[in-house]
């Protein structure tokens, strides 16, 4: 089954930036819309960010409003997330889901998902 990949966690300290990317093979998803979801430990995934297959809308939490930006290359079929001013109550493993309407902030209205990436913010 194909899957999304995601990469670029890491370990940073508070007030740093990293950027997230999300890539599929070929035009595997292209036309979905994508987002992305976080989870810690005993608790569900939280809705972050998503954009709209052509990029025209986005959406955010309001935790990382202001903080966060969504982006799409197309091109690359890749979603990529700008975090900055990181905080520790953002460290979480960062999932990648595609799905057909954009802007749903459950978990469950998602078929397609990666595997994770794990992001640490240290203070």
């Known amino acids: 089954q194909v899957q999304l990949v995601e990469s670029g966690g890491g370990l940073v300290q508070v007030g740093d930036s990293l950027r997230l990317s999300c890539s599929a093979p070929?035009?595997?998803?292209?036309?979905?819309?994508k987002c992305w979801f976080r989870q810690t430990p005993g608790k569900a995934r939280e809705f972050v960010a998503g954009i709209a297959w052509s990029g025209d809308s986005t959406y955010y939490a309001d935790s990382v409003t202001g903080r966060f930006t969504i982006s799409r290359d197309n091109a690359r079929n890749t979603v990529y997330l700008q975090m900055t001013k990181l905080k520790p109550e953002d460290t979480a493993v960062y999932y990648c889901a595609a799905g057909v309407v954009a802007g749903r902030r459950e978990a469950g209205d998602y078929e397609y998902w990666g595997q994770g990436t794990q992001v640490t913010v240290s203070s």
């Open positions: 070929g035009r595997a998803f292209s036309g979905y819309a």
